[in-house]
Each structure stands twice: as C-alpha cells, then as structure tokens.
C-alpha cells in the first residue's frame, strides 16, 4: 500500500514557476515508477510527467516538453514537478500516481493516486 500527498500548488501569474511535490508512504516507494497527471472539469485526466523507479527514463506530454522537469529522490519518499514558464491552459488538479510496473506510468495500470492539488495560472 502506498499513500500519496501533494503540495505545493496555488496560484502564479503566467511565466511564473511553481514546484509540486508528493510524498509517499511505504517502503516499496523506490519500486513504482511515478507521475503526475492533471485534470481539469469537464475532461479526462491527462498525463503530464513520469518517471521510472530508477528515475533514468522520464516522459512527458508534448505541451509541457521543455519547461516541465519530473524527479525524484527515493531516500525521501518524494518526486516532484518542477513547472516553469507556465500559462494558463496549465491550469488544473495535478495528481500524483504510482504506477507498479516501475517503468512507464499509464493511467490504466497506476494502482495508487494522490488527493489532487490545484494550481491556477492567471494570464
């Protein structure tokens, strides 16, 4: 069982940078491959960033190639996205997700999920 937690949402004005994290509880935490998706009302939720339990392979959604930067570190339990020059069609719920196959993160096989948190790109 792992439990997710983010933080690090809010608001920020566009171009501005914010950097989310998640902590995770369990010690298999360094076995999951990791990833954020986002979500927005009225659309499914996208994938965004993920990375494998090893943290050397990343991917991530063509709209945010460049500016978004996922990561790690196994010895806190902890993976983060670092958002910069952000707009506001960046604007949604970001999750966090645990994906056991520990190499790709899809929203089919990710057995656990964060409670969201939200961040606002005002323009």
């Known amino acids: 069982q792992v439990q997710l937690v983010e933080s690090g949402g809010g608001l920020v004005q566009a171009g501005g940078s914010l950097r989310l994290s998640c902590a995770a509880s369990g010690r298999t935490f360094s076995r999951y491959a990791m990833g954020w998706f986002r979500q927005t009302p009225g659309k499914e939720r996208e994938f965004v960033a993920g990375l494998s339990w090893s943290g050397e392979n990343t991917y991530y959604v063509d709209s945010v190639k460049g500016r978004f930067t996922i990561s790690r570190d196994n010895a806190k339990n902890t993976v983060y996205l670092q958002m910069n020059s952000l707009n506001p069609e960046d604007t949604a719920v970001y999750y966090c997700?645990?994906?056991?196959?520990?190499?790709?993160?899809?929203?089919?096989?990710?057995?656990?999920w964060g409670q969201g948190t939200q961040v606002t790109v005002s323009s």
């Open positions: 997700a645990a994906d056991p196959t520990g190499y790709t993160v899809r929203a089919t096989t990710v057995a656990f």
